[in-house]
């Protein structure tokens, strides 16, 4: 089975800070790790994916995430917060197999302030 | 291209009642997922289209929930009857390819209250 923990449902900082969003997976094999985007009135947006390769990923609109074998994470950041940037954030495992389906975090709302 | 299309976007049906929320994927995308967010927590895999076939139901909460995708198109879900718990955001999501990593794309929801 797979799981994934997100640390902080909420995450508030001021515009032109550091955005880290945290996530934990639980998986029994290789893990291919996502993150969504969920803006006011809108669907999910993929902002980056890990499937193998380098562990350093690089996303849309800044974001980064780095996915750590041995923590067992896959962090989201971004260097300096825009207001835009306001939205609710989801990290997903993949199935495994041929399942497309995906598992996900309960969500991060990140707040920008100015 | 247009993306995923989910109707109605918002839905408040009486407990007891039927919902049909519909979902028109992308254009030539064989794969086609449903999930439901309920009450601010994770979002949870409903069933797996490839084309009209069920791919995967695992998901469906109960035989209360019913999901068609007839011609490999568009696809519906109902839930006969409603209740209480049933209450949350459906989203649909379709992919052109299946497997694991591949990129899904999603609707905007279908927002169901069930009062």
């Known amino acids: 089975a797979q799981s994934v923990t997100q640390l902080g449902s909420h995450v508030s900082v001021s515009e032109g800070a550091l955005v880290l969003l945290r996530c934990n997976y639980s998986s029994s094999v290789p893990p291919y790790l996502f993150w969504y985007v969920q803006y006011p009135n809108q669907g999910l947006q993929l902002l980056l994916k890990y499937t193998t390769g380098a562990t350093l990923v690089k996303g849309i609109n800044g974001f980064e995430a780095e996915f750590k074998k041995s923590e067992t994470s896959f962090h989201l950041t971004k260097p300096s917060a825009h207001m835009s940037d306001a939205a609710e954030y989801f990290c997903?495992?993949?199935?495994?197999?041929?399942?497309?389906?995906?598992?996900f975090g309960t969500g991060t709302r990140l707040q920008v302030t100015l | 291209e247009a993306g995923v299309t989910q109707f109605p976007s918002h839905s408040v049906i009486e407990k007891g009642q039927t919902v049909t929320l519909r979902c028109d994927p992308i254009?030539?995308?064989?794969?086609l997922y449903w999930y439901r967010r309920v009450m601010g927590k994770e979002i949870k895999f409903l069933l797996h289209f490839v084309k009209e076939s069920k791919q995967d139901e695992s998901g469906m909460p109960n035989n209360r929930f019913l999901a068609e995708r007839t011609g490999g198109t568009y696809s519906t879900l109902k839930v006969q009857p409603a209740e209480l718990e049933d209450s949350g955001v459906y989203f649909c999501a379709s992919s052109r390819l299946q497997g694991v990593g591949v990129e899904a794309f999603f609707g905007q929801g279908t927002r169901l209250t069930v009062v």
């Open positions: 254009s030539g995308h064989d794969n």
């Open positions: 997903a495992v993949s199935g495994t197999g041929t399942a497309s389906k995906l598992t």
